[in-house]
């Protein structure tokens, strides 16, 4: 009984953050995808990544987010949120099959990788990864 109450009163708190109202996380989003466009630009990741679905020296970088890719091993991996932080900060880690091990690590802080992940995120049509909810998208280069 005890615990049943202390489960109800803890849930609460939960739900209200959910009920967020959708314009201001809406807002929040499209300021996370529009930093991380302007760090794919100032990072110069676009010399390596295209995000048009050419490969360059590095594979393109729309449409993936969500999707299976093989690695050098053969493995066939989700790529996550989790797979994402880590192709941009330790890139050695998992090797995309068919490129070469030529990405440097990124050292930056937990903000700027979010953001370079949501872009990425927000280059990803509902097409290509069916489940993944539809993300604000601010440009392709
Ligand atoms: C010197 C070229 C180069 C630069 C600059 C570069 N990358 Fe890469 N990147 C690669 C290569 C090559 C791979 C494939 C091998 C691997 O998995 O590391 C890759 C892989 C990736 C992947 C995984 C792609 C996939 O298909 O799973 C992501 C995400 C990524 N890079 C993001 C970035 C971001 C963001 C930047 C800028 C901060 C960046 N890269 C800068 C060369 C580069």
């Known amino acids: ?3 049943a109450f202390f489960w109800l009163g803890c849930s609460k708190p939960s739900q209200e953050h959910e009920k967020k109202p959708v314009a201001e996380a809406r807002l929040s989003q499209v300021e996370l995808v529009e930093k991380g466009h302007r760090l794919h630009r100032q990072l110069n990741c676009g010399s390596c990544h295209s995000t048009t679905g050419v490969s360059l020296v590095g594979p393109a970088v ?18 996550d949120e989790e797979y994402m932080k880590l192709a941009i900060t330790d890139p050695a880690r998992h090797l995309v ?3 070469g091990n030529t990405m440097p690590a990124y050292r ?8 370079l992940v949501a872009y990425i995120r927000s280059l990803t049509r509902q097409e290509a990864s069916p489940h993944l909810p539809s993300m604000p998208h ?4």
């Open 138 to 141: 601010v440009g392709n280069e």
């Open 108 to 115: 930056l802080d937990d903000g700027s990788v979010d953001a």
């Open 97 to 99: 099959a068919g490129f």
């Open 1 to 3: 009984m005890l615990s």
């Open 62 to 79: 729309n449409d993936i987010y969500g999707t299976e890719v093989t690695l050098i091993d053969r493995a066939r991996v989700v790529r």
